[in-house]
């Protein structure tokens, strides 16, 4: 699936004339910051494409996830000037159009076709129906695993598992005399790291952050289950020093083939299945996230996308960044480049319908965990929130980075799941009481 695509000559006409979208203005030189993701890193070896269309210049501020977070998040709510476009999701992009923090995109030429942005990712990006941020690429999260490794172990996996099969084919195909383990998962403290993982896993076990009155429930049965399954799971099945790997480390773990399966970011699948750059590319298959006979799936919705912050100087230039980089055109060109394996997924409902992209083995896995994400109603229980590994409120980032501090610790075996969930449900309800709830 690798193999290079031509451009017909009908579609570098398009092409060509779809430079029209950006208007002749002066020259920028605009400062992006961004996460440290493979998509992003091909970006910028491909924006001197923009630079040719549009004469604007760019600088990249490229930083892992975590960092980035805060990085942005504090210069945006300090008014601090630093960037032209940032890299957010869908936790920051309505609270901080709420705030007055972002310049709307209302204004995008037609040619950019904002109706074809994935109705999931464009509500997830809006704010009383007002788009605030384009996706840079969307997400669900689902399973990849070694097909070898299954066969190996006398399994066939369904392709919507349960937690339960998960959990057993993960135990057979630990080999740790031979570094191979089982399943590797999130375990680095952050509340888009370990514990977007966690919340969404809580979902299909029963738990929620709280109850429809605001009331944390770390303290309920259904937390206690969820944590002491992913910790036991890990302690048989998983990598060592796994409370230090977020996305990047498992994914550089699953490439050298010590992963048996791997729940994480539907994006990776081409980087899984890339031959360039992972060992086992030919050995992998897909499967929807885990469920625990509940009724909901352990998996998430997120995109990265790209928002202008108000009170830059340059938005004129921006928002031709903007379009340039989530454009119909941008996937052709790295189409054209990369293959079609390797263009930025989730975003458009027309890569899904393009015969060439359909081919690919987890284009329609990825586009079914998206589907099946529901951030309205998230939970088995009722809840007054949305998100589906995030709680939209604007406490939550602080609350659950700290509360990923602690599962980290107990997966580090500095603590027990009891002793983790007792201080998560203190300091979530000392927060939420301070923040007037």
Not at 113 to 136: H, N, W
Not at 251 to 265: E, N, P, T, V
Not at 350 to 361: F, H, T, V
């Amino acid at each position: 699936m690798q193999a290079k695509w031509s451009l017909c000559a009908s579609s570098a006409i398009a092409i060509a004339a779809a430079t029209t979208i950006y208007s002749i203005s002066h020259a920028e030189t605009i400062t992006i910051a961004t996460v440290n993701n493979g998509d992003m890193i091909r970006m910028q070896g491909l924006t001197d494409d923009f630079t040719a269309k549009t004469g604007h210049e760019v600088e990249w501020v490229t930083l892992e996830e975590n960092v980035l977070r805060q990085r942005v998040t504090t210069d945006i709510s300090t008014k601090g000037g630093a960037f032209d476009i940032m890299t957010i999701g869908m936790y920051e992009t309505p609270i901080w159009a709420k705030n007055g923090w972002l310049i709307s995109l209302d204004d995008l030429p037609a040619e950019y076709d904002v109706d074809d942005i994935l109705p999931a990712m464009r509500g997830g990006l809006s704010y009383e129906g007002t788009l605030y941020a384009a996706p840079f690429y969307g997400e669900s999260s689902m399973i990849m695993y070694r097909t070898d490794l299954m066969e190996k172990a006398g399994l066939s996996m369904p392709d919507a598992p349960s937690w339960d099969f998960v959990a057993d084919a993960a135990r057979k195909m630990t080999d740790k005399d031979n570094e191979i383990y089982g399943v590797c998962l999130r375990g680095k403290a952050g509340w888009g790291e370990n514990m977007a993982f966690l919340t969404a896993t809580s979902n299909a076990f029963g738990a929620r952050w709280f109850d429809e009155n605001w009331k944390p429930q770390f303290d309920t049965p259904a937390w206690k289950e969820t944590l002491t399954f992913y910790l036991d799971l890990m302690g048989d099945a998983g990598p060592p020093g796994a409370s230090t790997n977020g996305f990047n480390e498992n994914l550089s773990l699953f490439q050298q083939g010590k992963c048996g399966m791997w729940i994480d970011a539907t994006v990776a699948a081409s980087f899984v299945t890339n031959p360039n750059d992972s060992t086992v590319a030919d050995k992998v298959g897909f499967a929807l996230a885990p469920d625990a006979g509940k009724g909901k799936r352990g998996n998430w919705l997120w995109a990265w996308a790209l928002a202008i912050p108000a009170g830059t100087q340059k938005e004129a230039a921006a928002k031709e960044f903007i379009q340039w980089a989530t454009s119909k055109d941008y996937l052709d060109l790295v189409a054209s480049k990369e293959g079609w394996a390797n263009v930025p997924p989730g975003s458009r409902t027309s890569l899904y319908e393009n015969p060439e992209y359909a081919k690919i083995p987890f284009a329609k896995p990825t586009l079914d965990s998206i589907n099946s994400a529901d951030p309205t109603n998230p939970t088995v229980d009722p809840v007054p929130y949305i998100g589906v590994q995030f709680v939209a409120i604007p406490e939550f980032a602080g609350i659950a980075t700290e509360v990923g501090q602690e599962f980290s610790a107990a997966l580090a075996g500095q603590q027990t799941a009891e002793e983790a969930l007792a201080k998560a449900q203190a300091l979530t309800a000392d927060a939420m009481e301070a923040a007037g709830y």
